[in-house]
């Protein structure tokens, strides 16, 4: 009798650990996620991406459904021209641990200046973890310059940057193309680790104000392989900008590679800590140029910066500092900033600077 009891009890517990085994597997078995659950497709909002239709609204929906999203979140742009107005990515998507935009296509900005409220066609803003991959922005600027008066204009109406990064922490681009731009290409404005690489920028040496990159009030950027042509600066740094590094860069045609213009308004950062190093310059009015304006309303700083190994060929003018700077008629009197600069250069195969 103990014994069959013995065995009733025995298979009685076994089952149940067996049960319960079986059942903590299967409870504890993870559901596969779904990959594609975080991926957002523009298509999928509407957009059409036959170069006519005009595509604006059906991106920034993909975009609000992206940000307001959780995780790791990618938005797709597929093959396709997307003819756009302004657009305006912007943050904080709060639940979102990295953000992908992925183009694969080709943006036609439209020409008519009444769509811009503001003085961006496409803009980033306010996003942590953004990365941007691919993807030609055509600012179609030929038919805007003849209206840019900043030239010769103090107080100008500024046309639209072709990309806005704004107030970005973490941001990683890549492969990026942008060509006629109405304004500057790309400016990059208060981010933080910032990081760009294999850019492809280009505007008619003609083209007026077509700055590749301008950069203001950054921490932390490194800008390198890219290779720019266009009617301005190649890379121009202005205010309040620190721990800035460019390597490899291809500039040419175009007015070399600023630090400024600096100082013409009250109350600017102090520029440090810039390297420039194994660049490129080819065929432009200037290679390395310091300008700062000579009716500056407040001194400020630009120091530790440093060129080094640098190779100009056909540049009319390869080293300018200028601390009286003034593209107009006529500009009041100065108050100079003080530049303290390091260079290593090597002109073509005729000079070398240390």
């Not at 046309?159 to 400016?187: D, E, M, Q």
Request: glycine share 10%.
């Amino acid at each position: 009798m103990e014994t069959k009891l013995f065995f009733l009890f025995f298979f009685f517990f076994f089952s149940l650990f067996i049960s319960c085994s079986l059942g903590a597997l299967a409870g504890g078995r993870r559901t596969p996620a779904n990959p594609k659950a975080n991926m957002f497709n523009v298509r999928k909002f509407g957009a059409r991406g036959n170069g006519r239709t005009d595509d604006s609204k059906a991106f920034m929906k993909a975009w609000k459904v992206a940000c307001a999203s959780s995780g790791a979140v990618k938005l797709e742009i597929p093959t396709g021209t997307y003819f756009v107005g302004p657009l305006r990515f912007n943050g904080p998507c709060i639940n979102v641990s990295s953000l992908t935009v992925q183009m694969q296509a080709t943006l036609t900005a439209t020409t008519d200046l009444n769509k811009f409220k503001s003085p961006h066609w496409v803009e980033f803003g306010w996003v942590d973890g953004l990365i941007l991959t691919g993807g030609i922005f055509d600012g179609q600027g030929a038919v805007s310059w003849p209206f840019n008066k900043c030239p010769t204009q103090m107080d100008c109406k500024v046309l639209p940057t072709n990309i806005l990064f704004v107030n970005t922490t973490n941001t990683v681009a890549t492969g990026i193309t942008s060509i006629n731009s109405k304004f500057f290409h790309i400016a990059i404005l208060s981010c933080t680790n910032f990081k760009g690489t294999n850019f492809k920028i280009r505007a008619p040496e003609n083209s007026p104000n077509t700055d590749g990159i301008h950069l203001e009030r950054n921490s932390g950027v490194t800008l390198s392989h890219l290779t720019i042509g266009t009617g301005d600066d190649c890379v121009s740094i202005g205010q309040g900008n620190s721990d800035v590094t460019l390597r490899n860069i291809k500039c040419g045609p175009g007015h070399g590679i600023s630090v400024g213009s600096l100082g013409r308004y009250k109350g600017e950062g102090d520029v440090t800590g810039l390297l420039v190093k194994n660049c490129t310059i080819t065929g432009t009015t200037n290679g390395l140029r310091i300008k700062t304006w000579q009716n500056s309303p407040s001194p400020s700083i630009a120091t530790n910066l440093t060129f080094d190994n640098i190779i100009m060929n056909n540049v009319d003018r390869p080293i300018v500092i200028d601390q009286e700077y003034c593209p107009y008629a006529k500009c009041d009197s100065s108050i100079f900033l003080f530049v303290h600069v390091k260079l290593r250069l090597r002109l073509g195969d005729f000079l070398t600077i240390f």
